[in-house]
């Protein structure tokens, strides 16, 4: 399982992640961020397979992929 | 074991020599620890770069030959950055490709010499013949409101003392600092003395010390931020666009703008006692004041001299510093005398600063010459007794 | 260099690299400068430069908007003029990892003559050249490299000049590093990137970059889906080029036509300006 990070000053709400993403994980979340744009969001997560393209792809430094962590172990 | 100053003396040969305006100016430049040059070559200033070219590397300092002016003065702010003395040398064609990045420059605060060898314009107009055609272009050719110092010698010995001082003042003042002179002077031989080093002073830009808190274009001493050069940690950005006192663009924001301008002009404005150089040749008691600077001056000065021995009433100001321009002492002069006459290698130029700082106090007449030859003593003679006649 | 790529996270390379006050950055929706910057910042990771000793230099342009994200020593110059500052600082101070931010317009069309002359002399400098088709922040005008019949704000009727192929000039002159790459793919780049910083000597990448703002809207490619779908399907491989040139079919070759080759043209070694310099120094200084 894995989760996003997102720096919500930064990012821009572009969809560069989401057009890239392989396993079809993100998408553009109907919520405003402080910027006024639609940020992307997770809504797959056990699909999401921590390839992190979308890291790597953003224009503006604003996703991480991070392995989420189970807080029952 | 010799020493780095005894290597440059070395590297430069005799320490009395019979040189040429040019050569005078590249070792004024050794002297003052110009260890980068970047130039093109033009006539009637290559020599300024062939006798660069021959002993930097001989100082363990660098020689690059650029592709043109643009690059040339790009070179010579790049590398300045770095922390070394910078300079680069051109006539009237290459100085009209210095201006966009002599503006960089002056917005950057970045301390270099630019000497102009000046020919008669405009276009490529006379290249082996000496000129005056540039002294406005100077002040006014590089875009946006800016101050500038321009510093003009007189003599070969004078090109190479000068040229040392422009490195101090650069250094002082972090802004690019012009040493005018003419093809005449560049090509013209004559008797130099390589100074000791206790006989003239040398500046150092004033380094930060802390990275902690550094802002690399906060008004520091005499209006001068303290430099911190590339490499050290300091992380500086430069940028010609308006900035604020961090150097972080605020292109937009009128207050930064107008402080940071008016902060440029001012490092300049508010120190002109530490930057106008000028002689005065029989201020007492006269009439009839010629005020000129650059090669003309010397016939001038043989003209006063000789007129004062025939018991006329003259003077002559030199104008040593251009720019910032010496109005304050050009006012005194008009105060006293009757006229004044400015002999110009141009159209007339220097003049309009002259009759602006002369206020309508007495007349001001201009003598141009243009073509290439330099104004002989009898001419000058001339034009004096003719403003004698009409004025006395 | 390692063969497999270990990336710092975006969030550790936001902390370790970027000049924060500068955040967030100018750029359009569907640019793709920002992956230039953020391509950058990995490869020097991977190699551990030491950002103090790195300079940072730019002209103008969208592109030399770069230089200022980066926390390091940067110089933001004039239009076209990045080489020579660039050449200044390393002629001065060898010892310094001078990088370059510079574009289409900026590198190859003002700055086309000194670009050239970097190159012959060789300068030890790593050159990211941003090729958009278009002078960005002006508004969209035709570049140096605008392609034929393309409509920009100042040919309204379709470009009738023939673009520029930069990597060629740059092969042709011998520059010892170049290659060109989209961005679509990240590690390409960033390995290229990587390559041409460890150059002795004056190393081209560069970065076909999507401008759905200025160059995208006047040729049909207005969304971000379409533009950057079109640097996947008009460039090829250049081993996959020279493979078909080779062996295809003459309809297989024809269709590569409008394909624009990615992949390193260059990779040699030539003495560098500083190192011929250093040799000079010795030989002759007192």
């Not at chain 2, 008016?262 to 010629?290: H, P, V």
């Not at chain 3, 040729?219 to 779908?229: A, F, M, P, R, S």
Request: hydrophobic share 40%.
């Amino acid at each position: 399982m894995h989760v996003i990070e997102l720096n919500e000053h930064w990012c821009k709400g572009c969809r560069v992640c989401v057009f890239h993403c392989p396993t079809r994980s993100l998408r553009i979340a109907s919520r405003f961020t402080m910027r006024g744009i639609h940020p992307p969001e997770l809504v797959e997560a056990e699909r999401c397979n921590g390839c992190r393209l979308c890291e790597l792809l953003c224009p503006d430094f604003a996703i991480t992929v991070m392995e989420a962590v189970s807080v029952n172990a | 074991m010799s020493t780095h100053r005894d290597r440059l003396r070395q590297a430069m040969g005799d320490k009395v020599q019979f040189v040429q305006g040019d050569d005078a100016c590249a070792y004024g430049a050794i002297l003052a620890g110009c260890t980068f040059f970047a130039g093109y070559p033009i006539t009637p200033a290559t020599e300024v770069a062939e006798r660069m070219a021959e002993i930097l590397p001989k100082i363990e300092g660098c020689y690059i030959q650029m592709e043109d002016e643009i690059a040339s003065m790009g070179a010579i702010v790049g590398a300045s950055w770095t922390g070394v003395k910078t300079m680069t040398a051109t006539s009237g064609p290459g100085f009209s490709l210095m201006q966009e990045n002599l503006g960089y420059a002056i917005m950057t605060e970045t301390p270099c010499v630019i000497v102009n060898v000046q020919r008669s314009g405009p276009s490529t107009g006379q290249p082996t013949l000496g000129a005056y055609g540039d002294m406005m272009q100077a002040r006014w050719g590089t875009h946006g409101d800016h101050e500038i110092i321009m510093l003009c010698p007189a003599s070969v010995q004078e090109a190479m003392e000068l040229t040392i001082v422009a490195f101090n003042l650069a250094e002082a003042y972090r802004t690019p600092v012009l040493v005018f002179i003419d093809g005449e002077l560049g090509h013209m031989r004559e008797r130099l003395v390589i100074p000791e080093d206790d006989e003239f002073e040398l500046v150092e830009r004033t380094c930060a010390t802390s990275r902690e808190g550094y802002r690399p274009f906060a008004a520091g001493e005499n209006l001068v931020p303290a430099f911190a050069p590339f490499g050290a940690g300091f992380r500086t950005y430069v940028t010609g666009l308006t900035h604020n006192e961090a150097g972080l663009p605020r292109s937009a924001s009128a207050p930064i703008h107008d402080q940071l301008v008016r902060r440029l002009a001012d490092k300049i404005l508010r120190n002109t006692d530490q930057i106008i150089r000028y002689e005065e040749f029989g201020a007492e008691e006269c009439e009839i004041a010629i005020i000129a600077y650059g090669i003309t001056a010397r016939a001038c000065r043989d003209v006063v001299e000789e007129g004062r021995q025939r018991g006329l009433k003259v003077g002559l100001l030199r104008l040593i510093t251009i720019w910032p321009f010496p109005d304050e002492v050009v006012a005194r002069w008009a105060a006293r005398v009757q006229a004044i006459l400015v002999p110009e290698m141009n159209l007339g130029q220097i003049v309009h600063p002259i009759r602006e700082a002369v206020a309508g106090r007495c007349p001001v007449m201009l003598q141009s010459k243009i073509g290439g030859e330099l104004h002989t003593p009898t001419e000058l003679s001339e034009a004096l007794e003719e403003l004698r006649c009409q004025v006395c | 260099m390692s063969g497999l790529l270990k990336l710092k996270t975006a969030a550790e390379l936001r902390q370790t690299y970027l000049r924060h006050e500068m955040f967030p950055t100018i750029f359009c929706d569907g640019c793709g400068l920002g992956n230039v910057l953020n391509y950058t910042l990995w490869a020097l990771d991977e190699l551990q430069l030491d950002l103090d000793r790195t300079v940072f230099v730019s002209g103008i342009g969208c592109s030399s908007r770069l230089s200022g994200y980066v926390n390091a020593d940067g110089m933001h110059t004039t239009h076209g003029r990045a080489l020579a500052f660039a050449s200044g600082i390393k002629a001065a101070q060898p010892d310094l990892n001078v990088i370059v931010f510079t574009g289409d317009g900026d590198g190859s069309g003002i700055g086309g003559n000194h670009l050239l002359h970097t190159i012959r002399r060789n300068m030890d400098l790593t050159v990211i050249l941003v090729n958009n088709f278009t002078y960005g922040m002006t508004g969209g005008q035709a570049a140096p490299t605008t392609p034929i019949d393309s409509f920009s704000t100042t040919t309204p009727y379709g470009n009738i000049e023939y673009p520029l192929d930069i990597c060629a000039l740059a092969q042709t002159l011998g520059a010892p590093y170049v290659a060109r790459w989209m961005i679509n793919q990240p590690y390409p780049p960033i390995k290229s990137i990587a390559q041409g910083i460890q150059k002795r000597g004056f190393a081209l990448i560069e970065m076909l970059v999507p401008c759905p703002t200025a160059y995208g809207r006047r040729n049909g490619l207005k969304q971000l889906e379409t533009i950057w779908q079109w640097y996947r399907e008009h460039t090829i491989l250049i081993d996959d080029y020279e493979h078909i040139m080779h062996f295809g079919s003459p309809e297989e070759r024809a269709a590569l036509h409008d394909t624009i080759k990615i992949g390193v043209f260059q990779d040699c070694e030539r003495e560098s300006f500083e190192a011929r310099w250093a040799t000079l120094v010795e030989q002759v200084k007192l």
